[in-house]
């Protein structure tokens, strides 16, 4: 079985300012797929960020970037000058090479103040 | 632009009548899921379908039932739709690869209000 912990439940940022997202997560498998996806308001679930694990450079998108640690199976989410825009639900998730069974986080919800 | 499109957005319905949710998709990808979302939930994916094959999640309901009469289109059918059905429904799409090693991408949800 596989989990995907999200140990903040609520964030906050200042508008341009940087903000931390943390996940970890626990598998048996030596591959596999982590990614995080946001939830605005409007709910539609929007695809962030997404890292290989046999990948040792962390992925970065824009102003999204993540640190990956795979040996302390660490997947955290930065946010870089922080936009109104932001302001969502983060989901952390997990996919394995054995299934498209996709775990999520339980979520963070970001708040950025103007 | 290609993407997951849910019909309808918001679906009223009453206790025990049948209800049917709509997913469609331009991407032309081979499979297809179903998450439940319950408000401050994460998603909890009910079932996929990979081509034609249906894969049933082993702790969903037999209440939910789905459909994919081709590779646009599939549907989520609620049979006697109970007040804890209420909720978000989330279709995703995943591109065809045999190791199902994909990214998923999803529609704007289904929110279903059970009366």
């Known amino acids: 079985a596989q989990t995907v912990t999200q140990s903040q439940p609520e964030m906050s940022v200042q508008e341009a300012e940087t903000v931390t997202l943390s996940c970890t997560y626990d598998t048996s498998e030596s591959d596999y797929y982590l990614f995080w996806y946001k939830q605005p308001p409007s709910r539609q679930m929007i695809l962030v960020i997404r890292?290989?694990?046999?990948?040792?450079q962390n992925a970065t998108e824009n102003r999204f970037s993540v640190n990956f640690q795979k040996a302390a199976k660490s997947f955290s989410l930065k946010i870089s000058d922080s936009q109104l825009g932001d302001a969502a639900m983060y989901f952390c998730a997990l996919l394995p090479p054995s299934g498209s069974r996709l775990t999520f986080g339980e979520g963070t919800q970001l708040t950025v103040n103007p | 632009d290609a993407m997951v499109i849910q019909n309808p957005r918001y679906q009223v319905t009453q206790f025990g009548k049948p209800v049917t949710l709509s997913c469609s998709q331009t991407l032309n990808h081979n499979v297809m899921y179903w998450y439940q979302q319950k408000s401050s939930q994460a998603p909890k994916l009910l079932f996929h379908?990979?081509?034609?094959?249906?894969?049933n999640e082993a702790d969903t309901p037999d209440n939910f039932q789905s459909r994919r009469p081709n590779t646009s289109f599939c549907f989520l059918d609620i049979r006697s739709p109970g007040l804890g059905d209420a909720a978000m429904y989330l279709c995703?799409?995943?591109?065809?690869?045999?190791?199902?090693?994909?990214?998923?991408?999803f529609g704007p949800g289904t929110r279903l209000l059970v009366l």
């Open positions: 890292q290989e694990a046999y990948k040792q």
């Open positions: 379908y990979y081509d034609k094959d249906f894969n």
């Open positions: 995703a799409t995943s591109r065809d690869v045999v190791t199902y090693q994909e990214t998923q991408y």
